[in-house]
């Protein structure tokens, strides 16, 4: 259906997803505070990485496990999202997360902290899956870019306050000093759980499960009373024929359609890491140290760099929308790639010289990165992941990359998509984590080459090849990959009529 633009803005909506971004700032900072912590002073010395022979091996752990842990724990979302609602997904991520901050704060050996690694990862990725599930399914169209990157700007904030803090507790020449830092991730999740029974459950999870008036008085908060009207028709509509529709992993492989989306997905998911971004915020410290700089301006950097990026995710805020999003995405990797270029070339010619000028060049390209990574990839990503697939298999889709839907008994299960997408982030990363230390021990620049070419290939491919979703209605975007029977018309019967008219219009932009 047709929507308009002056009915959709509603500020108890915006309140919302503010108050449930403290999921993706808990997924941030938890995330990103493994960088500041292996530039620790007390924390090497604790667990004699400073001595150790296989410290490099035992740093890559750390940093891969905990990939490991999210890969593994993406697809619990969908079980949770499925059978008791977003919100239930959402809390019970945050009290893994809770739970996994504390006992790594209070590790006493280097096997505990690496074994709750596994488990604060596990969390993190289920907030960062279980989250733009939920910001996807009660925004509305127009704004959904805008409102749903403010889970992409809240994580950068996330990022940031880690740098900072693990740069302020540098300072304190204590024993103890790295464990206060990694305590502090309890924070965000903790006012998350706190925030959750105030918070509305998504409308569309809902309907599925036959809740039409709490789902209608959800609607009626969330939206302006146009919108919540027109979309409650919609939604109610479209929920009868996802009923029917398989929903399964093995339906999106086994339907072209889907299969097309699950491909889609997984192509920016992974064509997105491949800009090396996790690798340059986690090993930051040891990149900078790479250039010659000591331990205080190495954070010092990765404060700069992470309140840069802040900066930028903010500005993302207010772009998103106004460009499709292939072209944006597309174009944000290749800028990504062009600085990658530009930082190898510097560091093959300068590193292990005395050309501060240079040196400080190579800092500023990474500085550069970060502008088009931001503004380009890092929260509209997440906006694209939530439109790519159906309701009833949203939440498996996306939490690969971050956004889905629901289940009911009759297995109307909106999950796959998402978590395909977070799923694939894992995955990526932990090859790139893994490998990063002894790759730049024994290649040096050379690794850079692991990222820029396929991360060239696969930003061109997304600039070229990818249907843009921007601004259509979620219940819409099948008509898009020709699944036509799939969709209802807003008031509640099937497309018939139209049929030729929405296909043509979508497959056009799909093509």
Request: charged share 15%; net charge neutral; glycine share 10%.
């Amino acid at each position: 259906m047709a929507t308009t633009g002056g009915r959709q803005f509603n500020w108890f909506n915006l309140l919302m997803v503010i108050c449930m971004s403290f999921g993706s700032m808990s997924y941030g900072y938890s995330a990103s505070i493994i960088a500041t912590t292996l530039a620790q002073p007390s924390f090497l010395t604790y667990f004699d990485l400073d001595t150790r022979s296989n410290a490099t091996s035992l740093i890559s752990t750390m940093n891969g496990l905990y990939q490991v842990g999210g890969f593994f724990g993406v697809f619990t979302v969908s079980y949770f999202a499925d059978h008791w609602g977003r919100r239930a997904a959402i809390g019970v991520s945050a009290l893994i997360t809770v739970l996994s901050g504390a006992l790594l704060a209070g590790s006493v050996n280097v096997a505990m902290f690496i074994v709750f690694r596994f488990f604060s990862g596990a969390g993190a990725f289920m907030i960062l899956s279980a989250v733009p599930i939920w910001m996807n399914e009660v925004t509305p169209p127009r704004n959904r870019g805008l409102l749903v990157d403010i889970h992409g700007a809240a994580l950068l904030f996330g990022y940031m306050v880690a740098a900072w803090v693990g740069f302020a507790f540098f300072h304190l020449h204590a024993a103890a000093a790295w464990r206060a830092p990694l305590a502090f991730q309890c924070l965000p999740a903790t006012c998350l759980l706190c925030f959750l029974p105030f918070m509305p459950e998504s409308p569309r999870y809902l309907l599925m499960h036959d809740r039409h008036e709490e789902a209608a008085a959800n609607l009626r908060r969330l939206h302006t009373a146009e919108e919540a009207e027109i979309e409650l028709q919609q939604i109610a509509a479209q929920m009868q024929i996802d009923r029917t529709l398989p929903s399964s992993y093995w339906i999106m492989l086994k339907k072209p359609s889907y299969r097309k989306r699950t491909l889609l997905c997984l192509g920016v998911t992974c064509g997105i890491q491949f800009s090396g971004i996790l690798v340059i915020n986690n090993y930051g410290p040891t990149l900078y140290a790479s250039l010659g700089y000591g331990s205080a301006q190495q954070l010092v950097l990765l404060g700069g760099w992470l309140t840069l990026a802040f900066g930028m995710g903010c500005v993302s805020l207010f772009v998103v929308d106004r460009f499709s999003r292939p072209k944006l995405m597309g174009g944000g990797i290749l800028g990504c790639m062009m600085c990658l270029i530009i930082e190898a070339a510097l560091v093959a010619q300068f590193v292990g010289t005395k050309n501060t000028t240079a040196l400080s060049a190579a800092v500023a390209m990474f500085y550069v990165y970060v502008i088009f990574y931001e503004i380009c990839l890092d929260g509209p990503q997440f906006a694209y992941l939530g439109e790519l697939f159906p309701t009833h298999i949203r939440a498996k889709g996306t939490l690969n990359a971050s956004v889905w839907r629901r289940k009911k008994a009759f297995n109307a299960d909106g999950t796959p998509g998402m978590n395909i997408g977070v799923a694939g982030i894992c995955l990526m990363n932990i090859i790139w984590l893994q490998a990063a230390p002894t790759a730049f021990d024994n290649i040096g620049w050379k690794f850079y080459l692991c990222f820029i070419i396929p991360g060239t290939i696969a930003g061109l491919g997304i600039f070229f090849y990818f249907p843009d979703t921007k601004g259509i209605p979620l219940e819409e975007v099948a008509a898009m990959f020709g699944d036509v029977d799939e969709l209802y018309s807003g008031l509640g019967g099937k497309v018939q009529d139209e049929k030729e008219a929405v296909t043509s219009e979508h497959k056009e932009m799909a093509v």
